[in-house]
RNA sequence: GUCCCAGUAGCUCAGCUGGAUAGAGCAACAGCCUUCUAAGCUGUCGGUCGGGCGUUCGAAUCGCUCCUGGGACGCCA
């Protein structure tokens, strides 16, 4: 599409006697909204005043000049000159780019050698895998891939929340009420409910607190039984994480997560000091951002003690040295959009040029009633749960619809969790969600499943046509028009998407353009034999491969039968 | 109190850097399987784009202001 729009700037450049640049043409072009209007279309508001005289004559008189081999008609419609393409001659190009560049329709060098650091899904040791860290795993896990067709690389780095003063509240919760007994046979859920009782318990007795504070203190200098407690904690977590990313089909190059950092904070702190900027401010020493108007980043508590910011000023140095990135990506709940903008001003200051090319991609909280879930008060929905439901679901729906599917256990897995991803990423990430079990575990619709049935419908027709190779002279209807137009938008997508670090608009075009096949699929028979039939199934074979990328970007399988 | 998000159909949301009659899905109702998978398709119903002012030939989109909801604001992460 993009290079039909310059073919048209080109065009109109030749037949306007206006200082416009070629440029300015090329932005001013739009896409009617109706597609009966025409496929491209162009404004005449702004070349009235220059011109002097109505927008609709201009209009009239440039649609009557413009002449081009690809297009089939121009027409003047009110003040826009809008544009018909050669179906047949465009359709036929686009087919054949898709056939012949296959799952690298879409890509794009402009990454190449590269490094882009990725900070996602970085789940808290000793707490169940919540919906809000689903968020940040799915999201990250898109945008690597998507960065990757750009050709990038992307490094993830799952930066678990296994450090900090939660660990010190834990120990003393467990060494009060704890139960080994217990721990064993469901880690998560009694570690969860330790933490829960503390800080009930920590509301009347807030002595609880400055215990707290001093097991963990203990545990970063080291104390042995604070050391073992900690370390077994995060063994059981870790093994009960590890099984929710293999459902995902996700997967890290680094767990290196806050402890990682711990015999790096000296570092950090001398840094800090010999340029100055560490300042003593009612006990405890921050870096003040006055010149920014955001209040001071705090780098050691009273005690002594490191802070998050500082963990993370550790990770951001050491990333720096390790991977040489071009890009660092945070995608972390938009609550923390502080903590960034402070973490990356201290490096600026500190003076890491790399710190201006670091960016928060922040996203929206899952909400229960209204109100942001909150752990220690023990509101949380466990993701596996959610999981294994949605593959129970998927797993009836066959049973009822498609029995005799051969790999039933694969496909329903594949279903079930795409529902729940593309619940996940088809909406701005910004957005605010309420958790709703019912709309996460949709098949109809705006889905995820959708857009997979999409898929295996239209491989189920290449499987009965039988051929291997596919070659387009193009289509002349309207109706599968609708779908070659979706298919020319495919690389913009994309790109888009990486510009706006945004999957939601890879997941609203998978939804366009199955809209649009599935409209083709029920107006038009495709195994009809008649002259056009070879180009048809080319248009589907053109489909699949996309669906199946766009799918895939998006983290989400796609089987063949469903 | 200060700062950051958001407010579009009964519900969940699209609406690209302002442009032609504001679009989907769900729900409700009415249709479509002896022909390529009905997890689909077609149609009906449904909107003062939170309110006001402003910029513009043109505003859901930009600016100001108010209202409502959510969040963040030094020893949690």
């Not at 739009?30 to 496929?39: L, N, W």
Request: proline residues 3%; hydrophobic residues 40%; aromatic residues 10%.
């Amino acid at each position: 599409m993009e290079h039909l729009k310059e073919i048209f700037a080109t065009v109109l450049k030749d037949n306007l006697e206006s200082d416009l640049t070629e440029k300015d043409i090329l932005s001013l072009i739009e896409k009617p909204k109706i597609s009966e209007q025409g496929d491209l279309a162009f404004p005449c508001f702004t070349l009235a005043k220059t011109f002097k005289k109505a927008p609709q004559l201009i209009a009239s008189e440039l649609a009557n000049k413009l002449e081009h081999p690809l297009f089939d008609q121009v027409v003047a419609n009110g003040p826009y000159v809008n544009v018909f393409l050669e179906k047949r001659q465009v359709s036929r190009e686009i087919h054949e780019k898709v056939l012949q560049e296959k799952d690298a329709y879409g890509s794009y060098t402009i990454g190449e050698g590269k490094n882009i650091v990725f900070d996602t899904s970085s789940p808290n040791i000793a707490k169940p895998f919540s919906m809000g860290h689903l968020r940040s795993t799915v999201i990250g896990n898109s945008l690597a891939l998507i960065v990757e067709k750009l050709g990038f690389n992307a490094i993830k780095v799952n930066h678990l929340g296994d450090w900090g003063t939660q660990f010190g509240k834990l120990i003393v919760a467990y060494k009060l009420w704890g139960d080994e007994e217990k721990v064993r046979n469901q880690p998560i859920k009694e570690l969860l409910d330790l933490y829960v009782k503390f800080h009930a318990e920590a509301e009347d007795n807030p002595s609880l607190d400055d215990e707290a504070r001093a097991w963990f203190k203990k545990l970063e200098e080291g104390n042995e039984e604070a050391q073992s407690l900690w370390k077994w904690f995060r063994d059981e977590s870790l093994k009960e994480f590890s099984k929710i990313y293999e459902l995902l089909n996700v997967d890290f190059d680094s767990y290196s997560g806050e402890a990682f950092y711990n015999d790096k904070m000296g570092r950090v702190i001398d840094l800090l000091n010999e340029k100055g900027l560490l300042e003593e401010s009612e006990g405890a020493e921050v870096v003040k951002l006055d010149e920014y108007d955001l209040p001071p980043t705090l780098i050691k508590k009273k005690d002594g003690a490191t802070l998050y910011a500082t963990r993370d000023l550790a990770a951001a140095l050491y990333r720096q040295d390790e991977y040489e990135f071009d890009q660092a990506i945070y995608i972390v709940g938009h609550e923390q959009s502080l903590h960034f903008k402070q973490l990356f001003l201290v490096l600026e200051k500190m003076g890491y040029e790399w710190a201006k090319r670091m960016v928060h991609v922040p996203f929206g909280f899952i909400l229960k009633d209204g109100k942001k879930m909150s752990t220690r008060k023990g509101k949380v929905v466990l993701l596996e749960e959610v999981i294994k439901e949605a593959i129970e679901l998927a797993k009836n729906n066959i049973d009822e619809k498609n029995p005799d599917l051969a790999n039933k256990e694969e496909v329903a897995q594949a279903v079930g969790v795409g529902a729940i991803i593309f619940h996940d990423l088809k909406n701005e990430r910004l957005n605010n969600v309420e958790f709703s079990l019912e709309e996460m575990l949709k098949f109809e619709g705006s889905t995820g499943p959708y857009v997979q049935y999409t898929f295996a419908r239209a491989c189920s027709i290449l499987r009965k046509a039988n051929v291997t190779e596919f070659e387009s002279s193009g289509l002349n209807d309207e109706d599968s028009w609708e779908v070659t137009k979706m298919l020319m938008n495919f690389p913009n997508t994309v790109l888009r998407s990486y510009e706006q670090l945004e999957p939601s608009n890879i997941a609203k075009y998978l939804l366009n353009l199955s809209q649009a096949f599935n409209k083709y699929y029920s107006k038009v028979k495709i195994l009809n034999d008649d002259a056009d039939q070879m180009s048809r199934l080319a248009l589907v074979k053109a489909v699949t491969i996309v669906l199946k990328e766009g799918l895939r970007l998006l983290g989400i399988r796609s089987p063949e039968a469903m």
